[in-house]
Structure formats: C-alpha cells, structure tokens
C-alpha cells in the first residue's frame, strides 16, 4: 500500500475492515505523480442539478492533490466520478451521531454527500483538507498564467532587441499559450 494512502487512513480514523481489496483496487487510479490526500470506503450520494437526480452507490472517495475520485461498481462494471480539484466549488460538513457525518463537495452540475466519521473533529479535518486541496490548485493555475505571461514578455523583448526572430517569437509565444 502507498505510504500516502497509509498515512491518510491513519490520520482520518478510517477503518478498513472488509474494504482492503477495494483500498488496493482504488490505489490503482491515482496516478504516480498524485498524491493521496483523503481515502475512504463511504456510500455517496450523487445529485445531478440538470437531471435533478440522486443516486446512491457504495464505493471508494479519494482526494488527491489534483482531483477528487469517487469509484463505484455499478452493473459489475468500475466505474469514476473524477472532478479536478480547481473544479470543486465548495465543500460543506454536516452531521451528528445518529445519521453520521456528511461531506458534501459542490460542483456545477453535481453534488457529492459521502458519508464521514461522525466525529465533529475529523469531519473539520477533512473539510480542511478539501479546502486546502483547492486552494493549492487555484494557486497553481494562476502562478501558471503568470509565468507564461511573464515569458511572453521576455521572449518579446529578446524580440525587440533583435536577439530573436519573429517567427520564434510567435512560435514560442504558442508555445506557452498552448495553441
């Protein structure tokens, strides 16, 4: 198991009993460059605001440092919800000791309601970690644009300065505009 998928486990209270071989089968869609967040064996509630339609399926919720995973076997089939982080419009925390608590993680055209530990400060825990997740990605993409606007610049004065041609002032400026 990755020591990250370890760590989260430990640090969330999630208990494991039974979920192991999901828990193994789950580490197989984070990619190597991703790191694991939040993991846990949950039920979920998916709501679609176009289609106005809940659906509740058991399966495994993951946090990654870019995006949110929610895997699920439906008709034998595994199947994904995967949200990047940037994405994710809000998250909200709910619950007591009777119904247990409830992450909600907002999107535009859905919501997601896993089930949490009831436990008001791991359900804070968690919401924190989502918050920070998306802050970090929304860092990211604006020092993103940043820098290839601080290279676009650059690049134009090796231009004017007639360090550079025109046509690899262009070709780069593409370049790092992705076009």
């Known amino acids: 198991m990755r020591s990250d998928i370890s760590q989260a486990l430990e640090e969330f209270e999630i208990k494991t009993f039974g979920n192991k071989k999901n828990i193994e089968k ?3 869609l984070v990619n190597p460059d991703e790191q694991v967040l939040f993991i846990t064996p949950t039920n979920c509630i998916i709501t679609s605001s176009s289609k106005r339609k809940k659906e ?3 399966g495994i919720a993951i946090l990654t440092n870019k ?3 929610f895997g699920f076997n439906a008709l034998s089939n595994t199947s ?3 949200i ?3 994405e994710i419009n809000s998250v909200n925390c709910k619950g007591n000791g009777i119904t247990g608590g409830h992450l909600e993680i907002h999107t535009i055209t859905k919501t ?4 949490v530990s009831y436990k008001k400060e791991i359900m804070q825990k968690i919401q924190n970690i989502f918050e920070q997740a998306k802050s970090n990605a929304n860092t990211n993409v604006t020092q993103s ?6 290279e676009i610049v650059k690049f134009k004065q090796l231009l004017d300065q007639g360090i550079i041609t025109q046509e690899e002032f262009d070709k780069k400026k593409q370049q790092l505009l992705g076009l």
């Open 26 to 28: 789950a580490e197989k």
């Open 56 to 58: 509740t399926l058991p």
């Open 67 to 69: 995006r949110f995973i």
């Open 80 to 82: 994904l919800e995967t």
């Open 84 to 86: 990047p982080v940037s």
């Open 112 to 115: 997601y309601d896993i089930l």
């Open 145 to 150: 644009v940043f820098s290839s606007a601080d």
